[in-house]
């Protein structure tokens, strides 16, 4: 069965304090392992898809990593505006787009 | 130019009664998903269409009928509420249901049943 586990369940960080979100997943056929940052009250907010193992995105501060086992998620010298939760899904095998989501990684960070 | 947008974003309602939620999109996307985020943020798809047609049914009480009229839309309705059914319900799209096609994410609907 597929499974997303995404740890820690809650981050506080300094501003500036860089860390790591991981996603380690287990799934019959990866198609695709995605990244979603959501806001309280607001829908998820795409940020990344990565598809094989050594792939690597960016954007701003955010950098996403992958491998046969987990993805990381490096937020650099982070900001209090990227306190959000973070959302790690995987698509497995078959043609219907479903994703099986994590619970999340709700980051916080204190000016 | 809101791309996936839901309607109501907040419904309150009492055990019982039967309420639909509706979900547009403006992307041009063939497949149309519904999630539930429960109250410890777990999202979990329920049903997904491509094309009008269901391709997703996953364990979910037979209450729940999804309808899809065209492409651009997809509409959920409950029967007979019940306490458990309280949730945030997220629509989305993508281009389609193939390998690693984006999902886009609606603003939700927050359900609570009295």
């Known amino acids: 069965e597929d499974q997303v586990t995404q740890s820690p369940e809650a981050l506080r960080l300094q501003e500036g304090e860089s860390s790591s979100l991981n996603c380690s997943y287990t799934?019959?056929?990866?198609?695709?392992l995605f990244w979603y940052r959501q806001d309280p009250g607001k829908g998820p907010e795409f940020l990344f898809t990565?598809?094989?193992a050594g792939e690597e995105k960016e954007k701003e501060r955010l950098k996403a990593t992958l491998t046969k086992k987990e993805s990381f998620l490096h937020i650099t010298a982070p900001k209090p505006e990227d306190s959000a939760t973070y959302l790690c899904?995987?698509?497995?095998?078959?043609?219907?787009?479903?994703?099986?989501f994590g619970q999340g990684t709700t980051l916080q960070v204190k000016p | 130019d809101t791309a996936v947008s839901q309607t109501p974003k907040y419904l309150v309602t009492q055990m019982g009664n039967d309420k639909s939620i509706k979900c547009e999109q403006n992307?041009?996307?063939?497949?149309m998903y519904w999630y539930k985020q429960d109250s410890k943020k777990f999202l979990k798809i329920m049903f997904s269409?491509?094309?009008?047609?269901?391709?997703i049914n996953e364990t979910v009480p037979n209450r729940f009928s999804p309808k899809s009229p065209d492409k651009a839309h997809l509409n959920l309705h409950i029967n007979s509420l019940e306490l458990g059914d309280s949730a945030v319900y997220f629509c989305?799209?993508?281009?389609?249901?193939?390998?690693?096609?984006?999902?886009?994410f609606g603003p939700g609907t927050r359900l609570l049943v009295l």
């Open positions: 989305a799209s993508s281009q389609g249901p193939k390998r690693g096609e984006t999902q886009y």
């Open positions: 799934v019959s056929g990866l198609r695709g």
């Open positions: 990565l598809y094989s």
């Open positions: 899904a995987v698509q497995g095998s078959g043609n219907t787009g479903k994703l099986i």
């Open positions: 992307l041009g996307h063939d497949t």
């Open positions: 269409y491509n094309n009008k047609e269901l391709i």
